[in-house]
């Protein structure tokens, strides 16, 4: 099982100091950040994509080329990649590129995004999302496993003879996750490729990822692509780690309080009870996140949201060293231990490569 961090690459201010980090400051900081996440021996980065502040990372595959220079086995992905206003041939190409880069450290997750404004700032329609999700990686897809492609379409020219380039290292295209939160078709899309499905599990109840994850389990089954506890399943998850929890508590709520996304709404008890954010000791980590498997499965990656709501670096920063020393080795052991042996791993390029030759 993987374990990793992912970041959506705001720039919030801090509620206890009233600084922000300048746009030069947050980039250099999500590369801080993915330096000590393998350092102290994660598996996996992922950064967002945006085109709106307050958020900086609109281009994921220049900031994943600097950090594969600068890392050695870190697992190198995007927690989105928008495959409804990005060009499906530029991100052929664009992927294809930093996977040799990265001698194959990349896979990516697509999502359609959540900022309405960014469809008609790329030529597109808010209302297509969907279509646009469908079309698109339909065409990504064959553009990764066929030489020469003709192809016409809704969204897009059409293409005719077309070989996108640089092809996938070693013929094997990334690995794509389905990243959704709310969006059964999306799941839908990620069984019947016998790709992998990604609930972002940040924000909604239990049951709603459950329900989610069961339809993308089931319709995987049904695609034919194995049974359905074999299905390739991701978590996002939120967590802020102090030794002691009531340190936690205290230390976290001024962030909580303020945080665009969810202050001046429940309240963080409330918020903590109803979704999968916990803030609290890394054994309290630890259980919620084994707690996890009883209504999802066995799953292959879990991805901690470590850097929102305007925290400093350096608190970023002690919060991968208790996830790197006290949490995911824990976390490794126990999964590994409850893990079936019918139930694949998270696909590398190694594994894939392994399977396309044998």
Do not use: C
């Amino acid at each position: 099982m993987q374990f990793g961090v992912f970041t959506v690459g705001s720039i919030i201010l801090d509620p206890t100091t009233g600084e922000k980090p300048t746009e030069h400051e947050r980039i250099k900081s999500m590369v801080a950040i993915a330096l000590k996440a393998e350092e102290v021996g994660l598996d996996v980065f992922a950064t967002g994509e945006h085109h709106n502040r307050p958020f900086v990372p609109s281009s994921p595959t220049t900031m994943l080329g600097h950090i594969a220079a600068r890392t050695t086995t870190l697992q190198l992905s995007t927690a989105t990649t928008l495959i409804t206003t990005n060009d499906p041939v530029k991100i052929a190409e664009d992927y294809a590129m930093l996977q040799h880069l990265a001698d194959g450290r990349v896979d990516l997750m697509l999502g359609r995004g959540n900022t309405v404004p960014v469809y008609p700032w790329f030529g597109q329609d808010v209302r297509n999302g969907i279509p646009l999700a469908i079309e698109n990686y339909a065409l990504l897809h064959r553009l990764w496993r066929e030489d020469v492609v003709d192809w016409a379409g809704r969204f897009r020219t059409p293409l005719q003879s077309f070989t996108s380039t640089p092809r996938p290292l070693d013929g094997v295209p990334p690995f794509v996750w389905h990243g959704s939160i709310r969006s059964p078709e999306i799941a839908e899309q990620a069984a019947f490729y016998g790709d992998g499905f990604f609930a972002n599990h940040i924000f909604w109840p239990k049951e709603h990822t459950q329900s989610m994850v069961a339809l993308y389990r089931e319709r995987f089954a049904h695609h034919g692509h194995g049974g359905a506890d074999q299905a390739i399943v991701g978590l996002g998850g939120q967590v802020f780690i102090r030794r002691n929890s009531q340190d936690a508590v205290r230390e976290f709520r001024p962030y909580f309080d303020k945080a665009p996304i969810y202050g001046n709404g429940p309240s963080l008890e409330e918020f903590t009870r109803d979704t999968p954010l916990t803030v609290g000791s890394p054994q309290q980590i630890i259980d919620r996140t084994l707690g996890f498997r009883d209504y999802v499965g066995d799953y292959q990656r879990q991805l901690f949201l470590v850097d929102h709501a305007g925290l400093p670096l350096k608190t970023v920063l002690e919060q991968l060293d208790l996830l790197g020393e006290e949490v995911v080795p824990v976390l490794r052991r126990e999964f590994a231990a409850l893990r079936p042996a019918h139930v694949p791993l998270a696909p590398t390029h190694a594994s894939l490569l392994a399977t396309a030759q044998s």
